[in-house]
């Protein structure tokens, strides 16, 4: 077993928690969901949400039963118990190996909306290291300082996002929503295959369960309270984007949700740049989003490695992130990537615990404290 360095004696209570899996799903999620979501289903896109819902239950379940089994380890500390240290540790890497490579992608989305949008003229590196230097600032800090900020955002986003959406029903035209139901059962499992990526960041909490030991009763009424508000969301801005632009000019857009709120007319007007806003509330989402998962990352490395506590290795990993980041030649190349990580960047991090909870039943590893 690796050897604890500076983890923090901390945990998390309800709502820390709950504002915590909100704000890191949704900044993963939110901005391009519409976007795959009308991939495979077309005009019925927003269908494919409930049916990626229904497919991340089981793996979310098998992190609970994980978690009950070993409550003062995280996923990759029990996989080390479960399959002995050499295939956990391989294990470990790998997963570890593929959330940083997709962290890289989601943050080069991000630099790319912020350059496109607000700040056309500033050097793609300036904006890189301004928004890597601030999240790792942020997973330097530890999950508390992250859980703490997340709740202090998320009612006041929310609120925002759901008022942005009301204000796009106008332009929404119903004709573009039919017919309400796909005639090809076919074509649902893939479709909430397409779009199950925007639940994967609730796996990844799996690498923080010993930091919710005090609420381990409270969590499955509190994940699914988050899994119904994820949805929610989810299915509104995919109606708004189907509704305004229809499902195959939708797909013309590279941020879809983005471009539909920057479509609303206020009658009274009262914001006048209403994309702005959201872009300010989307990067708002990202920025804490991204502090969690980097610091996740550094922590899952630290355990896994032996070699630096997670304070250390969030500033060793930056440079590293900062060049993977500016691997993609352009925009193109980046769609490109993001399409491969949102088709199967999910398999991991819904994998590994279910192979994991598969092993420990088998093996009968966790039992009576084993």
């Known amino acids: 077993m690796t050897r604890k360095m500076h983890e923090e004696k901390t945990s998390l209570g309800p709502w820390l928690y709950w504002s915590l899996l909100i704000i890191v799903t ?3 999620g939110l901005i391009n969901v519409p ?7 077309g005009a019925n896109g927003y269908l494919a ?3 990626a819902l229904v497919l991340a ?16 380890l995280n996923l990759l500390q029990a996989g080390l118990k479960i399959t002995g240290p050499f295939c956990g540790r391989l294990c470990g890497l790998g997963y570890l190996t593929v959330l940083l490579l997709l962290l890289v992608l989601f943050t080069r989305d991000r630099v790319n909306l912020i350059k496109d949008y607000l700040l056309p003229n500033t050097p793609l590196s300036a904006l890189t290291i301004t928004y890597l230097l601030s999240a790792g600032y942020l997973a ?3 999950i508390e300082t992250i859980s703490r900020l997340a709740s202090f955002v998320v009612l006041p986003i929310l609120i925002v996002l759901l008022l942005m959406a009301v204000g796009v029903l106008p332009e929404i035209n119903v004709n573009r929503l039919r017919p309400v139901f796909h005639p090809d059962l076919k074509l649902y499992l893939p479709g909430g295959l397409s779009v199950l990526y925007s639940f994967a960041p609730l796996a990844i909490f799996a690498l923080v369960t010993p930091y919710l030991r005090g609420i381990q009763r409270k969590i499955p009424r509190y994940t699914g309270g988050a899994l119904l508000v994820l949805v929610f969301y989810y299915m509104l801005f995919t109606v708004g984007v189907i509704g305004t632009f229809g ?26 740049q209403a994309g702005l806003f959201m872009i300010i509330v989307w990067n708002t989402l990202a920025l804490v989003g991204s502090g969690f998962i980097y ?3 550094a922590l899952g490395f630290s355990q896994i490695l032996g070699l630096l506590d997670y304070k250390r290795l969030v500033w060793v990993l930056l440079p590293v992130k900062y060049f993977l980041v500016l691997y993609p030649q352009n925009m193109g190349e980046t769609r490109e990537l993001l399409e ?12 590994l615990p279910v192979f994991y909870y598969l092993c420990a039943l088998v093996l009968r590893k966790g039992e009576d404290g084993r």
Request: overall charge neutral.
């Open 26 to 28: 949704l900044s993963f």
């Open 35 to 41: 976007y795959h979501a009308t991939e495979v289903m």
């Open 49 to 51: 949400i409930p049916v």
């Open 57 to 72: 239950i089981p793996p979310l379940a098998a992190i609970y039963q994980v978690m009950k089994r070993f409550p003062a």
């Open 140 to 142: 330097s800090r530890g």
């Open 247 to 272: 499902s195959e000019h939708g797909r013309n857009h590279a941020f879809p949700a983005l471009e539909m709120v920057r479509a609303m007319e206020y009658p009274y007007l009262l914001l006048e």
């Open 295 to 297: 610091y996740v990352v």
């Open 340 to 351: 491969y990580a949102a088709n199967y960047g999910w398999i991991p991090f819904f994998g």
